[in-house]
């Protein structure tokens, strides 16, 4: 089920059927796959003897041993308690992730010697690009949601022109128009403001959205009620509507922090020194990139996390009407 | 072809769409003595040319001409580093003045932007996987052959480069792709080819510099001799100001003259490609 109840039930992953197909799938699915010149058949090596001479016969032993391994580790899995149980998975997928860039054979001095300088320059320019463009978009989404649910066929017109063709466009032919079309106006504006510029817009355009459905999921005799007790536009708002309709709005939010962080690596193309743009060209000269773009990766993903936690941390704060 | 009218083209058509992108006569250089400052649009990533050492300064054989210049004009240097997409396309509107990146002079290029001043002669090469059985430029006819975006080994790729620099020679074209394979750089390109003789591409078109650099690094690929063409990469600026022009010019022409071109080549590539080849 869904959702949590007391009710006591035999666990999924105990179940002798549900075992016996995630072995077929697994043996399946390593068979497919040739791991004998790896670590894995290395490993083996005791069982099949030289890895590379075992044919068919070390194949199917290794992916056996894996198939063995993964059953033995969900069976194992399903007696812990559920928060041992999310740990412990994390634990395992973030070790498989590390080895699988192990293959890559990349070059740890590089990245000590270059991290410094992708964190200094270029984590502080995404930060603050991000910042600034979040901060601008919730302004902007704010009032073209209040446009968009008002009666006023003027404002109402504005706003939806303006949610349409933002959403509508890629972002890289915005920062663009915005770089090379502002020009033809007379308006030159340098390369930072106009990617947040770019980023506000765009974002702003999907939160206006956001905040709009979570306004109007809110009853309308929530506002008959407060209307007949006197309340103005902006006491039904502070008071009875946004408490109710946060917590529906905070989770579209985050996801769109999280890709909006991401989306300022576009700012790049017009040589603004952030994380992408860094991670691009650091190593072209000696060849070194994949180095930086995976060190880039990764940064992007502990920034993402953070944003993470903190949407759950709010989730928590205004969903608190909903736990038992 | 069909990608190359992609960005390069979306933003070009910006800069001849409104305006031409003209410079008026001495406001480039005007701007320049009044802010005393230099803006150059050079790359991190453009091999020797320019790139960042490790304590992530510029360096490189285009930056320092780009330096010697400003010194020339008694002004500050400052760098930017625009994509080239935006560099070749024109309609700087100001921010910057110069633009190093060894640009060829095509007839394209020479409606937006004017070429003061050759700096380097340089070739550009086929390059193959070193498994590769090609001897010679005239074997990849009809291979699939990857080239960076708006680069005139592109254009020469899909034979349309049209030379407009003095004394040019009519390019010949030695083979004719079956594919071309357009890449954002040319290092993306270089591991695609890694790959395998003929697994993703059968060759690369560069600059035979760069494909040294990629080999020097570990890179298992082979530069197919002889070289495709030469092409001079000179200093772009905005098209329209005949005194910032004259200038650069005679900054350049200082620097050919007393030997620092040549020096400066042999320190940043090994080669002296400043003389005319």
Redesign the interface.
Known sequence: MLYQDTVESEVLVHKPWFIAAMFAVVLAVFLMVNLTGTTFGELMRPVIGAPMQSGIYGRVAIAFVIAVMFCVNIVLIGFAPLKAQIGIVWIELLALFFSFFKAFNLSMPFIW?NLP?LIT?GVVTTIYVSAVSLICASLIAIIAAIAKLSSNGFAYAIANFYTSFFRGLPLL?QI?LI???L??LGI?I??VPSGILALSLCVGAYMTEIFRAGIQSIDRGQWEASRSMGFGFGLTMRRIILPQALPVIIPPMGNTFISMLKDSSLVS???V?ELT??A???G????H?MEMLITASLIYWIMSACLEVGQSRLERHFGRSKVR | MIKRLG?AA??AS??IA??TGAATAGEVLDRVQRTKTLTVAV???W??GS??D?S?EFVGYDVTIAKQIAASLGVEVKF????W??IA?G?W???WDVAMGQMTPTKERAEKLDFPATYIWGPTSAVIHKDSKATKPSDLEGKVVGVTSGVTGEAYANHNLAPAWLNADPITYQFKPGKVKTYG?S?VA?DDLRLGDGVRLDAVIADTSIAL??IK???PLRVLEPALFNSPGDIAIQRGDKEFSDKIAAAVKQMKDDGTLSRLSMKWYGVDYSKEQ
Do not use: C, I, K
Not at chain 1, 284 to 287: C, K
């Open positions: 010697e300088y320059q032919m663009y770089y090379l079309g020009p033809q030159v340098d390369a193309v017009l040589g020194w743009f860094l691009r060209t650091l072209q000269p000696t060849f990139h | 960005t979306f933003a910006f800069a409104a305006w790359g991190t990533d091999g020797a790139h960042l490790e992530h930017v580093t625009p994509s997409d935006l396309a309609n509107d100001g921010r750089t290092n270089f650099d990629a690094a570990g890179y």
